[in-house]
């Protein structure tokens, strides 16, 4: 086992106090965060073990989201226990069926299994967003920004940061203030789980805010770890819209603000944290952020990326690498 899926020496204790004592602890996951996941089995019952050490993650949000999508109707995992001082939390365990390994073991299942997601973001756009922090301006441009910060140095190139950033605010100036619904940010194939009752189970939605609908449409259809063919992408847009309304210009636009930061973050987690493997996914993350650029209402930040970043230095730079 890789010394850094070794579980903390004070998880056995915790698991005493929370019922869970003498069960295996399996390693389970790491993600791009601190945090780390393990499969806690004792007999024929499991649960996950959340590690997020709390001088680098601060696990309240991730309660509190949790709590807020139950309370809702939506299935995030129920908190079973939680100790906050040394980071841990036991979670109910969704299993194994994620979206999108279930997806590449039977494609023909693609297409309903998207509908599926589909149709619970219809939901979740009709509920309350239990007064989440606004996905506002600032957060866009904070977001946005990972782009000249850690993408252009990395592949050699100045960045006009001061007008990159007036670029955005008057692209994004039309939606911003649209603030109505719960937006989960990281909304895709990997954090969908397919349960055992035929729900859909939620994941890694800590970062939660209350923004624009069109966010977590771009975040499933426009997916940076899988193809999503474009006639799925097309199908599952006009079935969202059969149910709540649909902004070509707004879905163009966080799918660039999205993307570029997507670019930039793999950058850092490759720069910063020595995760190399992000890299892969530069190139079809290019390919989303080509397509959003040319959408009219993209004009301002087309116009920078022409001026500022040349083709050989956006997925070509990563194909040839």
């Known amino acids: 086992m890789a010394a850094s899926m070794i579980p903390p020496a004070h998880a056995p204790a915790f698991l005493d106090r929370a019922g869970w004592g003498g069960g295996a602890i399996l390693p389970l996951a790491g993600d791009a965060s601190f945090r780390r996941y393990f499969r806690v089995v004792r007999g024929a019952d499991s649960a996950v073990l959340m590690d997020a050490p709390p001088e680098h993650e601060d696990s309240r949000p991730f309660l509190a989201v949790a709590r807020h999508l139950e309370k809702?109707?939506?299935?995030?995992?129920?908190?079973?226990?939680?100790?906050?001082?040394?980071?841990?939390?036991?979670?109910?365990?969704?299993?194994?069926?994620?979206?999108?390994?279930?997806?590449?073991?039977?494609?023909?299942?693609?297409?309903?299994?998207y509908a599926q997601a589909i149709d619970l973001l219809a939901d979740l756009h009709g509920a309350a967003n239990g007064g989440l922090p606004p996905y506002d301006m600032a957060v866009y441009q904070r977001e946005a920004g990972l782009f000249p910060e850690w993408y252009m140095p990395a592949v050699g190139l100045e960045a006009d940061a001061a007008n990159y950033?007036?670029?955005?605010?008057?692209?994004?100036?039309p939606i911003a203030r649209d603030q109505s619904i719960t937006?989960?940010?990281?909304?895709?194939?990997?954090?969908?789980?397919?349960?055992?009752?035929?729900?859909?189970g939620l994941l890694d939605f800590q970062d939660a805010l209350a923004?624009?609908?069109?966010?977590?449409?771009?975040?499933?259809?426009?997916?940076?770890?899988?193809?999503?063919?474009?006639?799925?992408?097309?199908?599952?847009?006009?079935?969202?819209?059969?149910?709540?309304?649909?902004d070509a210009a707004a879905y163009a636009l966080l799918g660039a603000q999205r993307n570029a930061k997507i670019l930039g973050i793999f950058t850092r987690l490759w720069k910063r944290d020595g995760k190399p493997r992000y890299l892969a996914f530069q190139p079809r993350v290019w390919g989303y952020l080509e397509r959003d650029l040319a959408h009219p209402a993209l004009a301002p930040v087309k116009a920078w990326f022409d001026a500022y970043v040349p083709t050989e230095k956006r997925a070509a730079h990563w194909n040839a690498a």
Request: glycine fraction near 6%; hydrophobic fraction near 50%.
């Open 165 to 173: 950033a007036a670029a955005w605010d008057e692209a994004l100036a």
């Open 72 to 113: 809702i109707g939506f299935r995030a995992p129920r908190i079973l226990a939680e100790d906050l001082e040394q980071g841990l939390i036991l979670l109910e365990d969704f299993g194994d069926a994620r979206m999108k390994e279930v997806i590449e073991a039977d494609p023909v299942a693609e297409t309903r299994i």
């Open 183 to 200: 937006v989960l940010r990281d909304y895709h194939a990997e954090n969908i789980m397919l349960l055992g009752d035929g729900s859909l």
């Open 211 to 246: 923004g624009h609908p069109a966010y977590d449409l771009v975040s499933l259809l426009q997916d940076a770890r899988r193809d999503v063919p474009e006639a799925v992408e097309a199908a599952m847009i006009a079935r969202y819209a059969e149910r709540r309304p649909f």
